[in-house]
């Protein structure tokens, strides 16, 4: 960083007289008024030395406390210890009463407390950035929040889900009154948390902003504080939650994605039944995110060539979805890359030398100020359109892809005799515990 | 048979799906920079106002600053008077601030010391920009990382149109103009 160097005491000697102090006093005074009255908005500075007081007075010292925000062991303990006590209380207590508690205590602690900042959701930004930007470093801190739910995922579920992550917290803590989202349009929305993790990824590769922070909805309630903007979406994600219970989770948690993958693969799981299922089919409807399988028909409605037949062709179909969004990735370089502020701002000069708008604006002003050429300006977001350019086409394939596994989980029929919680999509929130009437 | 070859594979991914996380983990913790807090560069902010209004706390984070080394004690202060003053005195009518945290104190003639009432203080940048077109300059933005809650993305630092913000050492988190600076933390 560029330091200022003190200006020396311009022409006057420590040793003055009595006189010349007099006179150095008033001749500051006189080129003050000058400045004062016909001051140049160019941001020069240093016009006046420092003086020297005939009267011994020194400069105070001045206040630079250092962050307080920094508990970050205490943090990492906490987590650790609530995603350890989620699992006890899914997988043995099974008391939805305790987890929910346990709810309530992550939600005051991460969210209200520590301000929601950094959570887990987040973090997938900062490892993304450290993955790609050698200079960026990554507390460890946020290593643990990204990674340690994600390990508890593969071992025992979405523990972290149930009773952990304070954005899920906030949200079950709201979900009173939930209705049933039919499992068509659940499907279909299901895909827009893989799309807002593919596009965050994308932003923070390209050095766009973290944009999962920046329309995180709920950080601004822990905070009481937010742009009146968001403070409307995290309002209308909340009365959403009452009947559809956590809209965030289901629709954009982009570290859900990550959590779903994982906890497919878990070591245990929540499982509806104590023992063993007896088909009663009192549980069917307990689950507000219908996360809950039903058992498959024992008539099976096709036969097994017909059955292969169809997979055959939806294999066939992946390569031309990645095709598509590809394609549908190239279409989209434009508004993509317009994610970076550098591009919008190029963009906003481009148009004003253009006379394409009546005036300026605070960031075209900004840069002007700067004295950056034009040239450097375009020549920037003419790089970063490139990156966005091969960015945008992953993007695209990663979605098909998506589409393309989402169809295939729909159209097979996995053989099942029991109902059990979807592993993916369950948030082990224990709502279905009391509904199964066997006992231990 | 079938289920122990299946559950054999399940453990096998799961391996993979851990490597892949402990991978991406030490890929990401590989840099050994330090932890970082946010940070305006003064030789980049243009005091647009932006940081009174868009920090996520209320008052702002961002307060005034004032390097005492540089300044010029000047009676005629631009960060302190309006430029369409009638007197140059304390009334509020000639004060640029609009909460009056810039407080100014006679030392000897002709100069007066400005200090910053951090609790009044808003963060709209109004003072600064006064001092840099009229003064030396000796008043700036910064962060104030005992109010900040280090956010993992400044909201001010993407609203800002001058590039300003940026990411500094936490154990030296302030960009101060002036290195002769006594400092107590
Ligand atoms: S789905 Fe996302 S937001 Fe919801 S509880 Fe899980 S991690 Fe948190
Ligand atoms: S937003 Fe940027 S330019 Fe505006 S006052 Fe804050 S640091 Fe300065
Ligand atoms: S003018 Fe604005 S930035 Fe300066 S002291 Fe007053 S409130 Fe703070
Ligand atoms: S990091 Fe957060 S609290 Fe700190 S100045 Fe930026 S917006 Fe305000």
Known sequence: MKRYVVPPLGGFSPT?????????????????????????????????????????????????????????????????????????????????????????????????????????????????????DPDYGVPLTVLVFFSAPLIFALLFGRVFCAAVCPLGAIQEAVAVKPVKVPPAVEKVLSVFPYLYLGLAMLSVAMGAGFIICQYDPFVGVFRMGASFSMWIFGGLMLVLGIFVARPYCRFLCPYGVLLNWCSKLSRRHATITPAGCIQCDLCADSCPYNAINEPTPSEVPE????????????????????????????????????????????????????????????????????????????????????????????????????IGCKLVSVSILRKRTDYEPDRGTCYSCGRCFKYCPVQE | MNKNTKSGRRDFVRGAAAVLIGGAVLSAGRSRSPRLVWQIDPAKCTQCG????????????????????????????????????????????????????????????????????????????????????????????????????????????????????????????????????????
């Open chain 1, 303 to 402: 036969t097994r060539e017909q059955g292969a037949r169809r997979l055959g062709l939806l294999l066939l179909l992946f390569p031309v979805l990645v095709a598509l969004g590809v394609g549908v990735g190239c279409l989209l370089k434009e508004p993509l890359s317009r994610m970076h502020p550098t591009v919008r701002l190029a963009e906003r000069i481009a148009g004003e030398e253009l006379g394409r708008y009546a005036e300026t604006n605070i960031e075209s002003e900004a840069f002007r100020a700067s004295d950056t050429p034009n040239e450097k300006l375009y020549a920037e977001a003419m790089e970063i359109k490139e990156g966005f350019g091969i960015g945008r086409k992953w993007l695209g394939a990663f979605i098909g892809l998506v």
């Open chain 2, 50 to 185: 932006r940081c009174a209004t868009h920090c996520v706390l209320a008052p702002s984070a961002v307060k005034c600053f004032h390097s005492y080394s540089i300044c010029g004690y000047c009676d005629l202060c631009g960060g302190y008077l309006r430029p369409d003053a009638k007197n140059r005195n304390t009334g509020a009518e000639n004060q640029l601030c609009p909460t009056a945290a810039l407080q100014r104190k006679f030392i000897e003639m002709p100069y007066y010391q400005y200090t910053i009432n951090e609790d009044l203080c808003i963060g709209c940048g109004k003072c600064v920009k006064g001092c840099s077109v009229f003064g030396n300059g000796s008043l700036y933005m910064q962060v104030r990382h005992d109010r900040c809650v280090n956010c993992n993305e400044c909201a001010i630092a993407r609203a800002c149109p001058s590039d300003a913000f940026k990411r500094v050492p936490a154990s030296d988190p302030y960009l101060l103009k002036s290195d002769q600076e006594r400092r107590i933390v």
């Open chain 1, 16 to 132: 003055g007289s009595r006189w010349t102090g007099r006179l150095k006093a008033v001749l500051h005074a006189l080129v003050c008024m000058f400045f004062f009255f016909f001051g140049t908005t160019a941001h020069a500075e240093f016009r006046f030395p420092m003086p020297e007081f005939a009267s011994g007075y020194t400069h105070p010292p001045v206040h630079v406390p250092g962050p307080s925000n920094m508990m970050v062991g205490w943090d990492i303990v906490v987590l650790l210890s609530t995603l350890t006590l989620a699992s006890i209380f899914v997988l043995k207590h099974r008391k939805r009463r305790e987890i929910f508690l346990l709810t309530l205590f992550s939600m005051i602690y991460f969210g209200f407390w520590r301000n929601g900042c950094v959570c887990s959701v987040g973090s997938v930004q900062n490892i993304m950035a450290g993955i790609c």
